[in-house]
């Protein structure tokens, strides 16, 4: 068993659960589709093949930045200049500036492929949509770690900035990955577990438990992380 750790910071993501038509939703962390969606990506899976074995994966999520969640307003025209042409009006959530951890536990081998490919991917990677391109290399060269989900994202370095809050991390995790006392946790469910190819765009829901959490550790004087990487 091993856990692999995956930093999402961008100026715009978005991880959408009950997109609709024109109305793009997202969620206030990253989503488990979304995260598997972007891991299939980087190993050249094509969206009609089964994902079975990335679903299998448990995962969980850090929030070390929230973000600010905004709408962008979008028109649309399927024939443009044509006399039949009918404007579209589409509204579309994404979260400015936030930054996660995401984190994979599960099949040592797989996770050991996907570390190497978010370092060469076979498609281009993006947070949530194509347009929303990290601002950190996804791949980090310590991300493998042989601890459980849940030790392995309280161990994570800080992904906040100088000048951010200091207050408690918000977790948000498969409910069989969360913490032993559950009086303290919030308990959910998330429409986001792949049931079938990404082109079918199925999904189960999945329990979770979300909780604060102070990590006074990460915040003792250490290097930023991304400093070090090399690609």
Avoid: C
């Avoid at 995962?59 to 969640?69: E, Q, T, Y």
């Avoid at 189960?204 to 915040?219: F, I, Q, S, Y």
């Amino acid at each position: 068993m091993k856990t692999l750790l995956i930093p999402l910071a961008g100026s715009m993501q978005s991880w959408g659960t009950r997109s609709r038509f024109d109305d793009r939703d997202t969620e206030a962390e990253p989503t488990k589709s979304g995260v598997l969606g972007l891991a299939a990506a980087a190993l050249g899976i094509d969206r009609a093949e089964p994902v079975t074995h990335l679903a299998a994966l448990a995962f969980g999520v850090r929030v070390d930045r929230p973000g600010l969640p905004l709408h962008d307003y979008h028109t649309a025209q399927l024939y443009p200049g044509s006399r039949k042409a009918e404007t579209s009006l589409t509204r579309r959530a994404y979260l400015s500036d936030a930054a996660f951890w995401a984190a994979l536990s599960g099949d040592p081998e797989l996770l050991a492929d996907l570390h190497a490919a978010l370092r060469n991917p076979y498609w281009p990677l993006s947070l949530g949509r194509k347009a929303f391109v990290p601002s950190v290399p996804l791949w980090w060269p310590e991300a493998l770690r042989t601890s459980p989900l849940l030790d392995t994202l309280r161990d994570a370095p800080t992904l906040r900035r100088t000048g951010d809050s200091d207050g408690p991390y918000r977790f948000m995790v498969d409910r069989r990955e969360g913490p032993g006392p559950l009086r303290h946790v919030t308990p959910g469910e998330r429409r986001d577990d792949p049931a079938a190819p990404f082109a079918q765009r199925r999904y189960t829901l999945r329990d979770v438990v979300g909780w604060t959490e102070m990590l006074p550790a990460l915040h003792s004087p250490q290097p930023y992380p991304f400093q070090k990487v090399t690609t």
